[in-house]
């Protein structure tokens, strides 16, 4: 199954909004990353955050961790054309197997 | 640049005939994962190789198979494609397990 949820499933908004996408997951992580997809394309790796850390920066993006809530956030502010695109929250829990599991993603529009 | 190379961008293959994908990568990452990601769907895991350890998931066909003859390349054969099968195969990177993932562009499949 699944590790990640997110929420919501496609969220609309004006160019210059804000835009916050969650994801939720179920087993003890060492880290939670975001990526974002281009329709049609591979995963862009966006932003890192390790399990003992609660909040990080990479530009126009803002990234929250709550492990006792088993959650995440990622904050696009002042939103483009441009981050039209699908976001989606991977964890790689702690059994270390070397691999990440996928949420379903959050596909976001936003319109000039 | 450094990066992960997927050949061919789209391939059309018959109904029972084998195909071949093919990743490249100039990252020397130790792991090479292959997913494959279906429309609006989060990409799912079919195998990874850590070096030269071949790890598979429990529920990828029998019909999936690959090959990493050495650090740079690594394959996904499908030895008799269903009409299922039809999807994105997407290859990714990474230095090591549980880490930053760095995609290839990924390959469309079309089975006729």
């Known amino acids: 199954s699944q590790q990640g949820e997110e929420d919501p499933q496609a969220l609309s908004i004006q160019e210059g909004e804000n835009a916050t996408m969650n994801c939720s997951y179920k087993?003890?992580?060492?880290?939670l990353q975001w990526y974002r997809q281009n329709s049609g394309r591979g995963l862009v790796h966006l932003i890192l955050?390790?399990?003992?850390?609660r909040e990080k920066h990479s530009g126009r993006l803002r990234v929250t961790l709550d492990t006792s809530e088993k959650s995440s956030s990622l904050l696009i502010t002042a939103s483009r054309a441009a981050d039209t695109a699908s976001y989606f929250c991977?964890?790689?829990?702690?059994?270390?197997?070397?691999?990440?599991?996928f949420g379903q993603g959050t596909t976001l529009q936003v319109k000039p | 640049d450094a990066m992960v190379i997927q050949n061919p961008r789209y391939q059309v293959t018959q109904f029972g005939k084998p195909v071949t994908l093919s990743c490249s990568q100039t990252?020397?990452?130790?792991?090479m994962y292959w997913y494959q990601q279906k429309s609006s769907q989060a990409p799912k895991l079919l195998f990874h190789?850590?070096?030269?350890?071949?790890?598979n998931e429990a529920d990828t066909p029998d019909n999936f198979q690959s090959r990493r003859p050495n650090t740079s390349f690594c394959f996904l054969d499908i030895r008799s494609p269903g009409l299922g099968d039809a999807a994105m195969y997407l290859c990714?990177?990474?230095?090591?397990?549980?880490?930053?993932?760095?995609f290839g562009p990924g390959t469309r499949l079309l089975v006729l």
């Open positions: 991977a964890t790689d829990g702690t059994s270390n197997t070397g691999k990440l599991i």
């Open positions: 955050i390790r399990s003992n850390e």
């Open positions: 990714a990177t990474s230095l090591s397990g549980g880490e930053t993932q760095y």
């Open positions: 990252l020397n990452h130790n792991v």
């Open positions: 190789y850590y070096d030269k350890d071949f790890n």
């Open positions: 087993t003890s992580i060492n880290n």
